[in-house]
């Protein structure tokens, strides 16, 4: 197994006018090639940034952090990873397919490459036939699946999602959780994914990273023990639900709610 | 290579020092008949010691002026020698390279933003000032073309009584009462068709089109009807200011949400109420947006309007036979006056707007 | 329907209460003549069309005004002196060369702006400034000044007008360039995208809409600036030619078929504008 992610007392910290503001500090985590990883926390816990950090979108201050072996911004100009933001951040101009064309436009691929992944990568998301739609002729399931296909288009091997589902009701973020899990499953990725939500933190991942803020940290690190195949209903077996007990104790200890009265 | 110079900074650098290099070489056959340019010559070869040592940006800035001043004391009665135009370059560069490290320091929050985020346009201006009396003046431009800016200001000084008369029978008596009646009016018009969907939907396509329209023509007719004093001007002003305050209320009477309107609603509001406490401080920013368009079209009205017929005063007038005697600085005078007139109108404005929509975010954001 | 029959019924209005005006307006002058004439009690319906037929009226009847239009644009020779046609096509002339300018240069400083901090802070300011200067009264001495040094015709007009129309171009490229949010700028950036790719893909075309808006205000005041730029040539021609010795003459009736030229022009330039962004916008997917 070869560490796909890397960080080692990873710390960064936001100069602001009233002070400085500790977004990470003295974060260590590996992931392994072919992880599920989701980052759980309350906000101001420095999921988001870390997910930014791995992106180079953000400098770290301290620390070290690799990506496939090479530092982050060597990782982002050899374009190692897809992101997949809050918002699909489609452009309103293109269609769905000149959307997912535009990575690859940027990267230099040949029309005929590009018409190849086009169509492979809107099949892998279930958009097939919507290639010539705007994007506001679709759903908001719908928009944040074409972003996904957007981010798997070109031959990264990292996923970084940052809450791609928070803004979608519980029924299509059911059903597009699978429907990722499936896609996980079949095209061996590693993903990195941020979320708030439990059931679905544990639903998704092969590891939960636990994180609390004030200063952004990594309280726990849980690894799942469900298996890669998951239906739905797995939901409500014991297992799932003990994994999830410990997710919200994990949560509960590194929250000081006296902390938020002030 | 110095890192505190990015390659854009380091270009200019380079241009500035070899300018300097270049002209102290060619000024050698005639040295000491402009002492000063040539101080600055050597200073700017000099400058490129920066690729051995740190020079800091205030000395780019002390550089560009001490340059500029130079040149304008040793301008001659004719034409200027041809290197000096070297100089100008060279502190043309140093005031860019002062400009270019002055933002970068603010970018990196190295300097503050209040102060030094001033001073960079009040530098360019200045720059643009220089460039202006060095060009007039060292090439011999007619100065029926354009009068170098000393000879201006020196006309200011001179005719003080001529512009505050034109001052006070364009601006105070044709601008102030147009753009008063005409906003009003505007103001008045669109909180009445406001009530009438119908007058509404028929109001404003005809009130778009002639916001575009060159109202502005209607000017001769005023005169005719209105005769050559004051009033036609202000009447004029009136037709100019009317339509973009009555197109801009009108939108801003539909700025206030429907939340916010159900709300007025389930307090069983009347619609006075509705209108004062919701929807006219929501339409705030249209309103404003409509007042500071309308203080520079209300200047252009009235002393374009002068040009049709006058009594002998008034901005139009003094520019129009201005132009027709070839008394061009004095034209000028009269731009300088009617440019701070029209800043300072629109400022007060904008300060005005600033204290009332202090909630808007166009107002919170800072730097558009 | 319902969105023209509200326009309609204004447009009636204002008709009926021009007419009603003109005979308002002209009846002291018509007055005198009938008192001249020796003509007592003349009936209020043959007064009307009295008051609606005067050579120089006080204010013309818009059916003058439209018959003035028609004889000075159909009824002549395009080439001759007296033709709208003519004045209004040297108008036009002016007006689109400066538009271009105005565009061009609009476009470019914007692009200047959003590009590099140093030109941001130190012009915008000026810019935004230069717009409080009254710049159309400087207009006929500008173009009085580069007479003098030999340039002549149409350049000089559309140098006002270009420095009219750069305006609101500026202002709304700088807007509409700076229009792309965080999310998709960050988005380019884990592309490794150029900064040249960062233009053109989504800069320049988040920036259309914006271009169209300005580019409407842009070249209205530009017909203006052509306009009153002309008032200082009187040998040029144009229609700010035919407005000044209109007044001059007392001729009412010629003004404000010159006004309404200029106001037609208008109209046509804008809603060319406007089709070219709908075509623009329909190549785009802008929901319709």
Known sequence: MTAVVSAEHLGLTFPTGDGDIVALSDVNLTIEKGDFVSFIGPSGCGKTTFLRTIADLEQPTSGTLTINGMSAEQAREARAYGYVFQAPALYPWRTIEKNVALPLEIMG????????????????????????????????????????????????????????????????????????????????????????????????????????????RVTDIIESSLPRERPLDIRETPEFLEIAARVRDGLRAGHSYDGDLV | MRRDLSLFQLYLALVAMGIGGVGLALGLPTLGTAPAVEVFFALAFLSGLRLVVRFSPWLDGALAVFGAMALIVSLPGGVMPAHHWLALIAAWAFAWLFVERLSACIRAGILPETGVGLLIPIMFGLALLVVWEVVTRGANVPPVLLPPPSAIGMRLMAETHILWADFVQTFIKSVLPGYAIGC????????????????????????????????????????????????????????????????????????????????????????????????????????????????????????????????????????????????????????????????????????????????????????? | ????????????????????????????????????????????????????????????????????????????????????????????????????????????????IIHNDASDRSLMPWIIASQ????????????????????????????ISMYLSFFPVVVGMVKGLRSPENIQLDLMRTYDASSWQVFWKLRWPAAMPFLFASMKVGIAISLIGAVVAELSNAAGGGLGVRLLTGSYNGQTIQIWAALFIAAGLAAVLVAIVGSAERVVNRRMGVRA
């Open chain 1, 109 to 216: 691929y040949s029309q005929a490459q590009q018409a190849e992944r086009i169509a492979r990568t809107l099949e892998l998301v279930n958009l097939s036939g919507f290639e010539k739609k705007y994007p506001w002729q679709l759903s908001g399931g719908m928009q944040q699946r074409a972003s996904i296909a957007r981010a798997l288009a070109f031959d990264a091997d990292l996923l970084l999602m940052d809450e791609p589902f928070g803004a979608l009701d519980e029924i299509v973020r059911d059903h597009l959780n699978s429907e990722l899990l499936k896609l996980w499953d079949r095209t061996q990725k590693t993903i990195c994914f941020v979320t708030h939500s439990i059931p679905e933190a544990v639903y998704l991942s092969t590891k939960i990273v636990v994180m609390s803020p004030r200063p952004g």
């Open chain 3, 132 to 159: 409080t200067i009254p710049i159309l009264a400087v207009a006929p001495m500008v173009v009085v000044g580069l007479g003098a040094v030999g340039l002549t015709g149409l350049v000089p007009k559309a140098l």
């Open chain 2, 184 to 368: 009003l009016a505007g103001l008045a018009v669109a909180i009445l068709v406001d009530r009438s969907p119908f007058l509404k939907a028929g109001i404003m396509p005809i009130g778009n089109f002639m916001s575009a329209l060159p109202i502005i023509g209607i000017a001769p007719i005023m005169v005719m009807w209105f005769g050559f004093d004051w009033q036609s001007k202000a009447a004029v002003v009136v037709a100019m200011t009317f339509f973009p305050m009555l197109v801009n209320t009108v939108a801003g009477l539909n700025a206030a949400s429907s939340i916010e309107r159900d709300l007025m609603r389930t307090y069983a509001a009347s619609y006075w109420q509705t209108l004062m406490k919701l929807r006219l401080p929501a339409a705030g920013p249209f309103i404003f947006n409509a007042l500071k368009i309308n203080s520079t079209l209300a200047l252009i009205g009235a002393i374009v309007a002068e040009f049709f017929g006058t009594p002998v005063v008034g901005m139009g007038f003094r520019i129009s036979t201005g132009v027709g005697r070839l008394a061009i600085d004095l034209v000028w005078a009269e731009i300088a006056v009617a440019a701070v007139a029209g800043s300072a109108f629109y400022g007060v404005i904008a300060l005005i707007e600033k204290g009332v929509t202090f909630w808007h975010p166009s107002v919170r954001g800072g730097r558009a």
């Open chain 3, 1 to 112: 329907m319902t969105r023209i029959l509200p326009v309609l019924t204004i447009l009636l209005a204002i008709l009926v209460f021009w007419y009603a005006a003109a005979v308002w307006m002209n009846a002291p002058w018509q007055n005198t003549l009938n008192n001249r004439a020796g003509l007592e009690n003349v009936p209020f319906t043959s007064f009307a069309q009295q008051t609606w037929a005067q050579d120089k009226p006080v204010l013309p009847a818009p059916h003058q005004v439209v018959g003035e239009i028609w004889n000075a644009t159909m009824g002549l020779e395009f080439t001759s002196r007296r033709s709208l046609a003519y004045h209004g096509w040297i108008t036009l002339s002016a007006t689109l060369m400066g538009f271009a300018f105005g565009t061009a240069l609009g476009v470019g400083l914007a692009v200047a």
